[in-house]
Nanobody, 125 residues
């Protein structure tokens, strides 16, 4: 059984920063794709960023490019999402998810097998 647990969400003013963490436990291949997704009020789920845990290659949605950074600490089985210059439109429930490398760049939720419970990020203007 694979478990993903997010932490680090909360409320921040526009222009502020937050760092989300996702810790993975259980049996999982040593190399996989870890993605971050979000779903805002009344919106569809959106792929935000992903990282190839083997080579470290990262992928970003255009909406967050230059503001968000995904990184990993293999020793801690943890992936991070550093979010800077936050905007009210970044308000959403954020989820981490693990899946195969093959489609990592597509940031497509249907490709991911394991999901965290989600964590709220609220950005006020």
């Amino acid at each position: 059984q694979v478990h993903l647990v997010e932490s680090g969400g909360g409320s921040v003013q526009s222009g502020g920063s937050l760092r989300l963490s996702c810790t993975v436990s259980g049996y999982i291949p040593s190399v996989y794709c870890m993605g971050w997704f979000r779903q805002g009020p009344g919106k569809e789920r959106e792929g935000v960023a992903a990282i190839n845990t083997g080579g470290g290659t990262t992928y970003y949605a255009d909406s967050v490019k230059g503001r968000f950074t995904v990184s990993q600490d293999n020793a801690k089985n943890t992936v991070y999402l550093q979010m800077n210059s936050l905007k009210p439109e970044d308000t959403a429930m954020y989820y981490c998810a693990a899946g195969p490398l093959q489609w990592c760049a597509l940031l497509r939720g249907s490709d991911f097998y394991y999901w965290g419970q989600g964590i709220q990020v609220t950005v006020s203007s």
